[in-house]
């Protein structure tokens, strides 16, 4: 995947999408593989906001049945299904425990509401249907959690994934498949003729060169930064509401379950999910009213989070010096006037503010794909196109390695491990890389070095910094420690590993000597 910003001058497109997460990649790529002429641009990186700011999870959405989204629920776990055949690699399987505990009110509706959840995900699914754990089981098993309290508990199934790498690989299907995708390149405005939306003024965040991309449709799929792109009596009509979700990094979780909690201050539910060796502790949920760029963790987050865990793991002993990293993102929901955060629908729906414009609000990362197919779907129609089967749902993703995956796995784990990767390294590599673990494989064959970790404190090695700024669009260190790999959230990296990290890069990018200390300075400045 090759950055080239001049390919946006060859307008006009018959779609552009505007915003580089989930949804807009799905988009393009969905577009593009029906034949279309496609252009995909992104203000930041590829998955800078929401999409590598989400639980990590390709879910049902248990909670949303409380709430009675059964449609929700059923299209998600849908979508789970699919995706753990499309993309085995980014898709790992995760059992979730649901202890009870005295004072527990709901446990014959949780019973049937994980009956329910099982009876909507349908047969083939990846992971097995819920179960029901005694006491003695539960405390032997999860000797953290509050004893005195337990009353026994619940398992069910679910998936984990790294969003911004999902995201990554789902942009290099869309270029794979003739879109022109370009990170850095700023929409400046809409361009409007004839009450109509025709395209947009997109400057490149690298040179400063602008450019008029011509489209007959355009797809405003960026998020919390889309209503600043309409004009301001149409931003007034779109009812969207945002709210901030805020996860802490915390140490490793002992075994491999995650765990689904209830918050006893005010009945919120949150997850401990292990993720890269480490365990995710979230999310909150609270109305967020300020500028989309500037959304981060407060302390009254870190505070709740934690009084939280503490109240239902003891035993994990983990306080404010247990934190590697935290993260914060927003949420694009539907207007929710009157209702608390927690209870605004994750439904969807695609807006049409202007003629030759449309725009998804809401969503879930799971869902997104099926939803870029409806969008996609709605724009053919647009265009006088034929539309039909979407092609993403039968085709895999590009790294999907062959079947069966744990084989595959296995074979790619021993050979790396060969090469001078540990077997955590090797491991993770594996699900990240999929197929293009042979391009790492020869870096490592040509370079032994490249095998090692970039910090000993994450499962990364130096080669995957080089893919990244390679073949990945990684434009500077953020890109490549944050969301090619999530280095930045699982360890504090110092002057050192940045610098290793900025020679690495721009040996691949033609970075000066000067340029690198400044990709330094800037990273460090940033924590």
């Known amino acids: 995947m090759r950055r080239d910003f001049d390919r946006l001058r060859d307008s006009p497109f018959d779609l552009l999408v505007v915003g580089g997460g989930i949804y807009g990649a799905w988009t393009a790529l969905d577009g593009a593989l029906r034949g279309l002429k496609v252009a995909l641009v992104e203000r930041d990186d590829w998955a800078a906001g929401t999409s590598s700011s989400s639980s990590k999870l390709i879910h049902g959405g248990l ?52 009956a329910l959840y099982d009876l909507l995900a349908g047969p083939g699914q990846p992971v097995p249907g819920h179960d029901r754990l005694a006491p003695i089981a539960v405390a032997a098993r999860y000797p953290y959690l509050d004893g005195d309290r337990l009353t026994g508990a619940f398992t069910y199934g679910d998936c984990g994934t790294d969003d911004a790498r999902l995201t990554c690989e789902v942009v290099d299907g869309a270029w794979r498949a003739g879109a022109a995708v370009v990170n850095r390149a700023r929409v400046e405005e809409l361009l409007v003729a004839g009450g109509r939306v025709v395209g947009a003024q997109v400057t490149d965040g690298e040179s400063g060169a602008a450019v008029e991309v011509a489209a007959r449709l355009t797809v405003l799929a960026a998020g919390p930064w889309a209503e600043a792109l309409l004009p301001a009596g149409v931003r007034a009509r779109t009812h969207v509401w945002y709210t901030k979700g805020v996860h802490l990094v915390m140490g490793e979780l002992p075994g491999n379950d995650a765990l689904l909690l209830v918050a006893r201050s005010d ?49 994990l002993g983990w306080d404010e010096s247990s934190i590697a990293g935290s993260f914060a993102g927003l949420r694009t929901l ?11 629908s994750r439904e969807w729906r695609l807006a049409r503010p202007l003629a030759g414009l ?70 993770w590599a ?16 040509d370079d032994p070095t490249l095998a090692r970790r970039l910090t000993p404190a994450a499962p990364f090695c130096r080669a995957e910094v080089v893919l990244a700024a390679r073949d990945e669009m990684a434009r500077g260190l953020e890109d490549a420690l944050r969301r090619r790999m999530p280095a930045t959230l699982l360890a504090t990296l110092d002057a050192a590993t940045a610098a290793d990290a900025a020679a690495l890069m721009g040996g691949e990018l033609g970075w000066a000597a000067a340029r690198q200390a400044a990709e330094v300075a800037t990273f460090l400045r940033r924590g």
């Open 63 to 114: 909670r949303y049945l409380q709430h009675f989204h059964f449609n929700l629920v059923h299209k998600s776990l849908a979508e789970r299904r699919l995706l753990s055949t499309l993309a085995p690699h980014q898709i790992r399987p995760l059992r979730f425990l649901l202890p009870t505990t005295t004072g527990f009110v709901g446990r014959r509706f949780l019973a049937t509401g994980l």
């Open 430 to 445: 594996a699900h990240r890389f999929g197929t293009r673990m042979a391009d790492l494989h020869a870096l490592v064959r």
């Open 358 to 427: 449309l725009m998804p609000v809401g969503g879930k990362l799971t869902a997104a794909r099926a939803d870029a197919a409806k969008i996609v779907r709605v724009g053919l129609r647009l265009l006088g196109r034929p539309d039909g089967v979407s092609p993403t749902r039968h085709r895999p993703l590009p790294w999907a390695p062959p079947a069966p995956f744990a084989s595959w796995l296995a074979e790619q784990s021993a050979a790396s491990r060969v090469l001078g990767l540990d077997p955590e390294t090797a491991h």
């Open 267 to 315: 009945g919120r539910v949150f997850f401990v999910i292990p993720w890269y060796g480490r365990a995710l502790v979230g999310t909150t949920d609270t109305a967020y009213h300020g500028d989309p760029s500037e959304v981060a963790v407060a302390p009254a987050d870190i505070d709740y989070l934690l009084s939280e865990l503490r109240a239902h793991a003891p035993g």
């Open 334 to 344: 539907q207007g929710g006037d009157g209702l608390s955060p927690s209870a605004v």
